[in-house]
């Protein structure tokens, strides 16, 4: 039996030295790590990444595939759905580092794997669910720029980068506390609060100064 890690990682995300950080201290034991680079988990499925391909040829039954969460594998509803069960079909065993999910094909109780199979589904809508919720945001960040654009003010300059920005509204989405966000990402706790206080403010002075 091995044990994969995948990650995913782009400027909206955690970078892979902490999504590896993570995995091992919630106890996963991990044989190999296998990384996408500035992928969009919204375009592009998991079998048409670089790394997602060798991922593929890689795992075997009885192969455990570690993610932080399903969104790692991708934030297209149908496209999470269809890879876990894939996975599940293969005799691999899906397992998350938040909220310690398992998903495989073990159970053969037909109520047991209804509940599975809603979970996953459940799980899937929610990483495409938080990706629109993103793409909403900075686009109204962007159009509150340009609305403010004639005074020509921009006011002063951000303290954080988009991928700083990005990072703090992942994080808030998983319940994490202000400290940690900011000692894990680089910002004084206030910068933080301010973003999650003002969430649209924050990308719209992103956006006015071009970052």
């Known amino acids: 039996m091995t044990t994969i890690l995948y990650a995913r ?30 992928v969009s988990g919204i375009t592009t499925e998991l079998k048409n990444r670089p790394e997602g391909k060798r991922l593929y040829d890689m795992l075997r039954r009885d192969d455990v595939l570690v993610v932080r969460w399903v969104d790692r594998l991708g934030r297209n509803y149908q496209d999470v759905s269809d890879t876990i069960r894939e996975f599940m079909r293969r005799g691999v065993a899906v397992r998350t580092v ?25 799980m899937a809508a929610t990483a495409q669910a938080q990706a629109e919720a993103t793409r909403e945001a900075q686009k109204a960040g962007i159009e509150h720029a340009r609305a403010h654009s004639a005074d020509r003010y921009r006011g002063r300059k951000p303290t954080y980068d988009r991928t700083q920005y990005l990072a703090v509204r992942d994080l808030l989405t998983q319940q994490v506390g202000t400290s940690v966000i900011a000692k894990s990402v680089g910002l004084t706790r206030q910068t933080v609060l301010r973003i999650k206080v003002a969430p649209e ?11």
């Open 9 to 38: 990682v782009s400027t909206a995300d955690q970078t892979l030295a902490h999504q590896e950080e993570q995995a091992r201290k919630h106890g996963f034991e991990i044989d190999h790590v296998i990384a996408d680079q500035g």
């Open 98 to 122: 938040i909220n310690n999910m398992t998903f495989d094909g073990a159970t053969k109780d037909p109520m047991q794997q209804a509940v599975r199979d809603a979970l996953i589904g459940f």
């Open 201 to 211: 403010q924050a990308e719209a002075a992103l956006a006015s100064w071009g970052v």
